[in-house]
């Protein structure tokens, strides 16, 4: 072979070598980024099945062309053999097919992902969670959408510990009923609503008054109860619309909306719809302890309008309000009006003279005699008067509920006592043997101290304990019944006497009056006042005066202001009558000196 053919034939087998070199590597090449791919893709795979979402990717057709294990789980099938299947295959509810279909039908229209919350029942467990499902397109090299990624959250817990968070927030956890902070939120939208279109609200707050002695002698469980109860009857008692919110331990409030346009219609429609719901709250007792309580509320309104400044604003002047109609012990509505601000600051600056006044000469006892059938005097009555050194003589209706709400109750109860003490001595002294009675509060009895505070009273005086009569409200067997009979017995062996004070205005325990030492039953005022022309009225006294003759009980009628009352209760054998008609309160020492 001449000497070019052999080189030519040596450059060829030489660069066969180096192809079949070439080709080795390229194919071990390959072959390691398979293996690579493949590990890759087990890694994936393997991540993929352990996590808790549910992850599956479907041809446009929507067919499975991969499914991991939580998506398995979720059908109930075993691993793998979801592939090239439909959900219409693997699904009966058709909505849910219907709602699956339009979402991937949007992820290949608009080429966008998309995110829902899906409430769907696992065929595992039955159990129906929340499921935030979101679904992105999976794109070729070209760009076209082949495939749809769907990756499944169950949300159930998270959505449920948001709405436990969102309760607490703007919700009462004892009655259910919206807080403070969610009766913010409507009452914004209430002024705004009333500033955008001249639509009046009102927002009312209600107390319940005495609602901590329910708590301190019955215990908390009751007091729950009654809130739940109170909570309930204000829903009953409201409209669709209205908006009834627990504030504060004891206050409520109802927000009203849509009362018109104009400020007079307005307070008209939300004073008679606060009335109903007084009525509503109040019309008949609930069972505390075995007893029936009824309650007793005390409301203040405001209106929203388009001068309203704020939520905050509206909730001050309904509580500015309500803590009047508290101070005035009236069951009435009370409106929010500037004056209303100026008139408790004026009971703040009165408390704090009341503080002052205890122990000096501002306070004073008053006698007011009581009459028997025969004009002899039977007995007399201490009345407590102050006499403010810048305002003058200052009502007891105004000063006594002071005195309980600035914590002085014990010690105003003892100074009474005393004054009484001092009368009993000085009339004893001079030969008279008339009865002496002072109010005490019906907590007094509930003091475990309290029947020696009396011991020492009659002891510092030398006064004769079973001419003394302590006036109590009915009041008293709806606290601690056991503590107030057993400090009553102990008393009542002193010989000291006890008078119910006001019969016939609370709810009576008529049971009790044959179990407490009783001696003595005063009819009230407000009863007194429709004698002898109101049928009512006359049928209710003559009851009551029969009732009491037939326990042993001496009566008392207070309030005696016209002759035809006077002339009606003694011809019901009224043992005593007490009233202006007969005699008007007077100092001690005038009593003394004129009795003698």
Known sequence: MPSAGKGAMLILLTALVVLLIASGYLWRREQAHHTRLARVENRLGTILDTTEEIVHIKDPQGRYLYANQKTCEFFGLPAGSLMARHNRELLTDADIIAVIERDERQVLDFGQRVVTHRQLRSHTTGKECTYQTVKVPLRNAAGRIEAICTLMTDVTERLQAEERAHKLTFYDTLTDLPNVNFLTRRLTQAIQMATAEGENGALLIVNLNDFKKINDTQGFESGNWVLREVAQRLIN??????????????????????????????????????????ETLTASPLPIGGRPYLLKV????????????????????????????????????????????????????????????????????????????????AGVELLARWDHPEQGMISPEIFIPLVEKVGMMCEFTDWALDRACHVLNESARRGQSYLVSVNINPECLTEPDFSARIQGALERAHAPGNRLVLEVTEGIWLRDYVAAAKCMAEIHEMGVRFSVDDFGTGYSNLACLKRLPLFELKIDKSLVRDLPYDQDAGAIASMTLSMARQLGLRTVAEGVETPAQADFLRSQHCDALQGFLLDRPMPIEAWLERAA
């Open 237 to 278: 008692g409201t409209r669709a619309r209205d908006t009834v919110s627990r504030i504060n331990a004891d206050v409520f409030a109802v927000l009203m909306t849509q009362l018109g346009a104009y400020a007079e219609e307005s307070a008209h429609r939300a004073t008679e719809l606060a009335r109903s719901l007084t």
């Open 298 to 377: 005390s409301t203040g309104i405001t209106l929203l309008h388009a001068g309203t400044a704020s939520a905050d604003a509206a909730l001050g002047e309904a509580d500015i309000a309500m803590h009047l109609a508290r101070e005035r012990s009236t069951s009435n509505p009370v409106f929010y009006e500037q004056s209303l601000q100026r008139e408790l600051e004026h009971r703040l600056w009165l408390e704090q003279d009341l503080s002052r006044a205890l122990g000096t000469d501002q306070l004073q006892m008053f006698v007011q005699p009581q009459y028997a059938q025969d004009g002899q005097t």
